[in-house]
């Protein structure tokens, strides 16, 4: 798999994502979102830091139900951080979800990417409301293929991400470089 994701032209059964030459490599894209990942990490990490060290000075166990609000948060940021390392992983080559399947699992690579292009002083707009990846397509390498693809293009100060069916296909469009990737409507489908 990571030789296929490494390529600038990505394809899966003859259906290609064209990346621009500008893009980055799959393996430089995973190493610009890798801080992204470990500032996640950390912000959960003082979560639960800080919830040990109030622990240890009060004795309170109360704190945790007064705190459940802070844990079920952290819990959530974790699962999402989860898939989003795991469709790292396997755009190098180790499948490290298995079988596990997100219905928001394109939106938070999405929000992956809007970070690191916001640390390049660039801002990645995103709709309100994405498609899912089919459940029987490869989530992780839809989702980094779009991730690639928006890369390489991401290039203005400010774009705003446009995703849509329309006549038999999915369509993406950054508004603000004009480029347009048209995908297969056996890739996507609408969240209920």
């Not at 992204?36 to 004795?59: A, E, Y």
């Not at 990417?113 to 839809?142: G, I, K, T, Y």
């Amino acid at each position: 798999m990571a030789d296929a994701m490494d390529s600038k032209s990505i394809s899966r059964e003859g259906v290609g994502v064209q990346v621009p030459a500008s893009a980055p490599s799959s393996a430089q894209l995973a190493r610009e979102l890798l801080p992204i990942l470990l500032h996640k990490l950390n912000n959960v990490t003082q979560v639960f830091s800080g919830l040990h060290s109030l622990l240890t000075l009060t004795g309170d166990p109360g704190l945790l139900r007064e705190r459940a609000g802070d844990l079920q948060h952290a819990a959530g940021e974790l699962h999402k951080l989860g898939w989003v390392v795991g469709m790292v992983g396997a755009s190098q080559g180790a499948d490290l979800l298995l079988a596990r399947r997100e219905a928001l699992g394109l939106c938070w690579s999405l929000e992956a990417l809007a970070e690191l292009l916001a640390r390049e002083q660039r801002r990645l707009e995103l709709p309100e409301r994405l498609p899912r990846v089919r459940p029987e397509e490869n989530e992780a390498q839809v989702c980094w293929e779009l991730l690639l693809w928006i890369r390489g293009w991401a290039l203005a100060p400010r774009q705003r991400l446009s995703l849509h069916r329309e006549a038999g296909a999915w369509v993406v469009r950054l508004e603000g470089v004009a480029a347009e990737l048209r995908l297969p409507p056996s890739r996507l489908v609408e969240l209920p």
